[in-house]
């Protein structure tokens, strides 16, 4: 079993900053792409940002140059620091991890979903 527990949400003014942190734990062999997602109310799931385990970052066009992802692979972790805080940005935030497991003697890659930690962007 993997379980991905998230951390470091919260009540933030507009402008503030707040850190993200995602630790993945379990039988783990080897983790691919890892990404942030969110989901507003009354809106569907949309992705973040992402970061392959090489270390390649993609963003979604509504954070670039205010939020920053990074992993600690040694960890399991996967960090979100998020800058410039905008009330739009208020959201249910979830992690993703694509986690390489051994399943019936083969190296399987399974999607796991973390329990998501709610970021409020307000004043």
């Known amino acids: 079993q993997v379980q991905l527990v998230e951390s470091g949400g919260g009540l933030v003014q507009p402008g503030g900053s707040l850190r993200l942190s995602c630790a993945a734990s379990g039988s783990i062999f080897s983790i691919n792409d890892m990404g942030w997602y969110r989901q507003a109310p009354g809106k569907q799931r949309e992705l973040v940002t992402s970061i392959t385990s090489g270390g390649s970052t993609n963003y979604a066009d509504s954070v670039k140059g205010r939020f920053t992802i990074s992993r600690d692979n040694a960890k399991n972790t996967v960090y979100l620091q998020m800058n410039s805080l905008k009330p739009e940005d208020t959201a249910v935030y979830y992690c993703?991890?694509?986690?390489?497991?051994?399943?019936?003697?083969?190296?399987?890659?399974?999607?796991?979903w973390g329990q998501g930690t709610q970021v409020t962007v307000s004043s």
């Open positions: 993703k991890a694509a986690v390489v497991v051994f399943d019936f003697r083969a190296l399987t890659t399974f999607d796991y």
